[in-house]
């Protein structure tokens, strides 16, 4: 190409005049020259490129005609077949044979607890100074026959109780809730006349104490598995002996849905499913929980499952040295100003109260 002198277009070699601007175009032998040259390039340019089209080309056809090969000719190398992964359940489904050997297996619950709860929440960090302060505050306001004030005195009566049990170390405490449970057991004959939140605590505290005939748990069971106050109900469960423990529990698990109340339940029944998601028992979650009463099923599940031991125990130890949460409204109402305290033991003694072996069959 010789490029015009006036304009600077582009014309083919021997062209006289700018097919732009129609000026003569004077060729000098130098651009002839270097015109021939840049036709050579371009030329040698597009062989290349052709060149490495028909090399890809070429390639592909050739990756295409292996696999081919590979597919219609060679057979497939048999897999092994593995036998199913045994996953171990975190909790037996029965009993170890050394079970009777272990301390809790052995003795009563309320024993046990006085020798051992003080170490073991202890270890995890819990301050149980301040859950004796706070049963001492329990034991304070019993009345002289017995019982606990509150609008409902056989539901207050029932959860100071059951406080007083979860955490049986003072000599106090525990004088007092074995001046409660003969009072608690005088009302049994009445109880189907009794609000579901008083029959519940109240069967709860004699069932936790091991004190209530089997005849009579049977005749009242139907009255903790009816869905109306079903997270007392499902905590009930909780303290039953395996072989007394209702197991139509329809209402209640109709009543509560999600995850940690799923795992609950389980719980309940001694097993857990194949698999569960740790995230709710993480301690972030713990700190958005709004009531004493979903901190303390929350406490219970998180010990049985195990799923975030660290969580636990740092959650456990924060809720033990801050004020206790706020409870329901019926529970605050029946129960007394000190519910707060006495749902907040039984959250914080949760290790103690139910160590995983009762939950089995005996």
């Known amino acids: 190409m010789i490029a015009c002198p006036a304009c600077g277009f582009s014309n083919p070699l021997g062209t006289r005049f700018c097919r732009s601007c129609g000026g003569k175009i004077e060729v000098k032998m130098a651009q002839v020259m270097g015109s021939i040259q840049d ?19 070429l390639s592909v056809f050739g990756f295409i005609f292996v696999l081919i090969v590979r597919l219609m ?11 199913p992964a045994q996953i171990p359940a975190l909790i037996p489904t029965e009993a170890p044979a050394s079970a009777t050997s272990l301390p809790f297996a052995a003795f009563k619950r309320l024993p046990w607890r006085r020798d051992n709860a003080s170490a073991l929440l202890g270890g995890l960090g819990i301050d149980t100074v301040q859950l004796t302060t ?12 017995g019982s606990f004030p509150g609008e409902d005195d056989l539901a207050a009566t029932g959860l100071m109780t059951l406080a007083l049990q979860a955490f049986p170390q003072d000599g106090t405490g525990t004088d007092a809730a074995a001046r409660a449970r003969p009072w608690l057991i005088a009302q049994m004959s009445d109880l189907s006349r009794k609000t579901p939140l008083a029959r519940t605590l109240a069967m709860a505290a004699l069932v936790d104490a091991e ?9 009242f069971a139907m009255y903790l598995i009816d869905g109306r106050v079903p997270i007392w109900q499902s905590f009930a469960m909780t303290v039953f002996p395996a072989k007394t423990r209702p197991t139509d529990l329809i209402l209640l698990r ?18 857990f499913g194949p698999a569960f998601e740790a995230k709710p028992y993480f301690a972030e979650t713990a700190k958005m929980l709004p009531t004493g009463e979903a901190r303390m099923v929350w406490a219970f599940v998180s010990w049985q499952l195990a799923a975030a031991p660290k969580d636990l125990a740092e959650t456990m130890a924060a809720w033990s040295r801050n004020p206790p ?11 007394g100003a000190l519910a707060p305290s006495a749902v907040a033991i039984l959250t914080i003694a949760a290790p103690a109260r139910v160590p995983p072996l009762w939950l089995q069959p005996r």
């Open 39 to 57: 036709l050579k390039n371009q030329n040698r340019a597009d062989a290349i490129s052709k060149m490495g089209r028909s090399i890809f080309s």
């Open 73 to 83: 000719v060679i057979p497939a190398m048999p897999t092994a077949e593995m036998p």
């Open 254 to 271: 109709k009543a509560l849905q999600g995850q940690i109340w799923s795992n609950l339940f389980e719980a309940i029944a001694g097993k």
């Open 325 to 335: 949460a706020p409870v329901d409204a019926e529970t605050m109402t029946k129960c």
């Open 211 to 219: 004190e209530l005939p089997i005849a009579t748990l049977n005749s």
């Open 134 to 145: 706070w049963q001492k505050a329990i034991v304070a306001s019993q009345k002289p026959d």
